[in-house]
């Protein structure tokens, strides 16, 4: 979409925004709202690098806004409360996910899913109070108490931000349905931002995981450094048949088009395939073995803030955070272009207070 007029706001924020299809992103001076009764100002430390952004700065989905700030995976340090909020204080290190609102009434926002609220009001991109928002990769952000996360004090702040988007994107469907019993046996499809986090969820759960990828480059790294128990090559026929009927769940975290029924195929009986990846083009889903092997094909979005709660406190108990790579902001544009070709292990996080310069 056209560049909109921003109306000024009287908090002055500086960030990196994308203004045109090209996903090219600049320095962009902007502002924010003055902080309310119920907000939380953040000075923001770190934000991660999400396939999201990627999409959206090219405008790959058909609904973005120029100029456009992209950043959902945020780490600061709390600068100003409101009067009524009372579980935050000024110095606490807290973070921001996917989203900074939603209508607070419907029956998922009731329910802690604030995630499916029919209006939910992402953290960039999307119409909020007469402005749009902006997100993190940027100086500062004011966001309402309820979608501010306490973020736990043992974990390193930038390997921790990819964990408010990629880390509760898989833990969340991992929980849900039900992926979770010790001994059973998960598989991974796609080794990136979301996958190898995916990894080491499984395995603090006391599952089994077998990482499913078409490079066969990435085993020794899935086995030695992530700690999956085997790899499985999807280019490879022969293995792959060995394979069939082998696997409880999996949960596909690939974001290019691919073959579902593979995919089916190394499922048990009554087995779960669970998708979060976003290909841009629809998949076939094959009913044969579907119903064949009576096998559960779902989808999950990011989790409500509850439940990212509950997610990071978890993190904080078994010691997970995301291998990053970290950056500077005038590196970003790299970054970006190094993220479409998959080449990050496995996450970018900016450096966003050592970086982004006000000069």
């Known amino acids: 979409m056209a560049q909109s007029a921003a109306p000024e706001l009287p908090v002055k924020a500086l960030g990196w925004a994308a203004t045109d299809t090209s996903g090219v992103l600049s320095p962009f001076h902007f502002s924010r709202r003055e902080n309310g009764d119920d907000d939380v100002t953040l000075q923001i430390l770190f934000c991660g690098v999400c396939h999201s952004d990627l999409h959206t700065v090219k405008n790959d989905w058909g609904f973005t806004t120029y100029p456009v700030v992209p950043g959902h995976e945020i780490v600061g340090v709390v600068t100003k409360t409101g009067n009524n909020v009372k579980i935050f204080k000024v110095g606490d290190k807290v973070g921001v996910g996917v989203i900074v609102d939603s209508c607070k009434a419907c029956e998922n926002c009731q329910q802690g899913e604030e995630s499916y609220c029919p209006r939910p009001v992402y953290t960039y991109n999307s119409p909020h109070n007469g402005t749009r928002t902006q997100g993190g990769f940027s100086d500062i952000i004011v966001v309402h108490q309820r979608y501010v996360l306490r973020f736990p004090e043992n974990l390193p702040l930038d390997a921790g931000a990819p964990l408010l988007c990629a880390g509760i994107t898989v833990y969340s469907p991992i929980k849900y349905y039900g992926m979770t019993e010790p001994g059973k046996h998960l598989g991974v499809a796609g080794l990136g931002g979301l996958g190898h986090v995916a990894i080491k969820f499984g395995k603090a759960f006391g599952l089994k995981v077998t990482v499913i990828s078409s490079s066969p480059s990435k085993e020794a790294e899935a086995i030695e450094r992530l700690g999956a128990d085997s790899f499985l090559v999807s280019s490879d026929p022969g293995k792959m048949k060995a394979a069939l009927g082998t696997m409880d769940y999996i949960i596909d975290t690939i974001s290019a088009v691919h073959s579902l029924h593979?995919?089916?195929?190394?499922?048990?009986?009554n087995g779960k395939l669970v998708t979060v990846g976003l290909p841009n083009k629809p998949l076939e889903l094959p009913l044969f073995p579907l119903v064949g092997g009576r096998k559960l094909v779902g989808g999950s979005n990011f989790g409500g803030i509850k439940?990212?709660?509950?997610?990071?406190?978890?993190?904080?108990?078994?010691?997970?955070?995301?291998?990053?790579e970290l950056i500077k902001i005038d590196q970003i544009n790299t970054a970006m272009e190094r993220l479409s070709k998959a080449d990050v292990k496995y996450r970018f996080v900016i450096d966003v207070a050592n970086s982004l310069s006000r000069a």
């Open 262 to 269: 593979q995919l089916l195929g190394l499922l048990k009986v």
């Open 307 to 324: 439940e990212t709660q509950e997610m990071l406190d978890f993190c904080g108990k078994h010691n997970i955070t995301a291998d990053i």
